[in-house]
Protein backbone atom coordinates (compact mmCIF):
# COMPACT_ATOMS: atom_id res chain seq x y z
CA UNK A 1 0.00 0.00 0.00
CA UNK A 2 1.72 3.77 -0.90
CA UNK A 3 2.27 6.31 1.98
CA UNK A 4 0.51 9.05 1.92
CA UNK A 5 2.95 12.04 2.38
CA UNK A 6 2.24 15.64 4.02
CA UNK A 7 5.20 17.99 2.61
CA UNK A 8 5.32 21.25 3.55
CA UNK A 9 4.31 24.01 0.35
CA UNK A 10 6.14 26.58 2.08
CA UNK A 11 9.55 24.69 2.90
CA UNK A 12 9.33 22.82 -0.67
CA UNK A 13 8.33 26.50 -2.59
CA UNK A 14 11.67 28.02 -0.85
CA UNK A 15 13.69 25.19 -1.90
CA UNK A 16 13.05 24.71 -5.15
CA UNK A 17 13.23 28.67 -6.10
CA UNK A 18 16.97 28.32 -4.42
CA UNK A 19 17.49 26.02 -6.72
CA UNK A 20 17.36 23.00 -5.51
CA UNK A 21 16.26 20.24 -7.67
CA UNK A 22 13.09 18.21 -8.08
CA UNK A 23 15.34 15.35 -8.26
CA UNK A 24 17.66 16.41 -5.30
CA UNK A 25 14.07 16.93 -3.22
CA UNK A 26 13.08 13.42 -4.08
CA UNK A 27 15.70 12.17 -2.34
CA UNK A 28 15.36 14.80 0.72
CA UNK A 29 11.75 13.51 0.91
CA UNK A 30 12.49 9.65 0.19
CA UNK A 31 9.70 9.94 -2.66
CA UNK A 32 9.41 10.04 -6.66
CA UNK A 33 10.51 13.63 -8.43
CA UNK A 34 7.47 13.46 -9.84
CA UNK A 35 6.07 13.45 -6.76
CA UNK A 36 7.45 16.75 -5.78
CA UNK A 37 6.56 18.52 -9.11
CA UNK A 38 3.22 17.42 -8.72
CA UNK A 39 3.09 18.85 -5.14
CA UNK A 40 5.13 21.86 -5.78
CA UNK A 41 2.52 22.65 -9.09
CA UNK A 42 -0.39 22.41 -6.16
CA UNK A 43 1.51 24.80 -4.01
CA UNK A 44 1.21 27.38 -7.03
CA UNK A 45 5.34 26.84 -8.21
CA UNK A 46 5.46 27.41 -11.64
CA UNK A 47 8.60 24.72 -12.59
CA UNK A 48 11.74 25.48 -14.52
CA UNK A 49 12.47 23.87 -17.76
CA UNK A 50 14.88 20.51 -17.55
CA UNK A 51 15.77 21.58 -21.07
CA UNK A 52 18.88 23.70 -21.72
CA UNK A 53 19.12 26.65 -23.19
CA UNK A 54 20.95 27.03 -26.43
CA UNK A 55 24.67 28.59 -26.27
CA UNK A 56 24.71 31.55 -28.91
CA UNK A 57 27.85 31.12 -31.10
CA UNK A 58 30.31 32.78 -33.61
CA UNK A 59 29.34 30.97 -36.75
CA UNK A 60 31.68 32.58 -38.73
CA UNK A 61 34.60 31.63 -36.21
CA UNK A 62 33.03 28.19 -36.18
CA UNK A 63 33.11 27.71 -39.56
CA UNK A 64 36.87 29.43 -40.14
CA UNK A 65 38.14 26.60 -37.42
CA UNK A 66 36.15 23.74 -38.55
CA UNK A 67 36.43 24.53 -42.81
CA UNK A 68 39.73 26.56 -43.14
CA UNK A 69 41.74 25.13 -40.38
CA UNK A 70 40.59 21.71 -40.00
CA UNK A 71 40.89 21.79 -36.08
CA UNK A 72 39.78 18.08 -34.43
CA UNK A 73 36.12 19.01 -32.64
CA UNK A 74 37.96 18.30 -29.12
CA UNK A 75 40.17 21.43 -29.94
CA UNK A 76 36.96 23.62 -31.53
CA UNK A 77 35.26 22.79 -28.10
CA UNK A 78 37.57 23.58 -26.02
CA UNK A 79 38.73 26.73 -27.77
CA UNK A 80 35.04 27.62 -27.42
CA UNK A 81 34.62 26.47 -24.06
CA UNK A 82 31.94 24.09 -24.97
CA UNK A 83 31.50 20.60 -24.87
CA UNK A 84 32.07 18.03 -27.98
CA UNK A 85 28.83 17.33 -28.78
CA UNK A 86 27.52 20.56 -28.94
CA UNK A 87 30.15 20.87 -31.73
CA UNK A 88 28.65 18.38 -33.84
CA UNK A 89 25.10 19.76 -33.11
CA UNK A 90 26.41 23.64 -34.29
CA UNK A 91 28.25 21.40 -37.18
CA UNK A 92 24.49 19.49 -38.29
CA UNK A 93 22.57 22.76 -37.37
CA UNK A 94 24.77 24.92 -40.17
CA UNK A 95 24.12 21.91 -42.59
CA UNK A 96 28.17 21.31 -42.66
CA UNK A 97 28.77 17.55 -43.89
CA UNK A 98 31.37 15.61 -41.09
CA UNK A 99 34.77 15.56 -42.23
CA UNK A 100 35.81 12.19 -43.73
CA UNK A 101 38.47 10.41 -40.98
CA UNK A 102 42.41 10.43 -41.88
CA UNK A 103 43.95 7.29 -42.63
Do not use: H
Amino acid sequence: MPRRLSLPCDRLRVLYEEGATTTALARLYRCNPATIARYLRQCGVVLRSGRFTAKPFDEALFRRLYLEERLPLARIAAALNVSVSTVGNWRRRLGIPPRRRRA
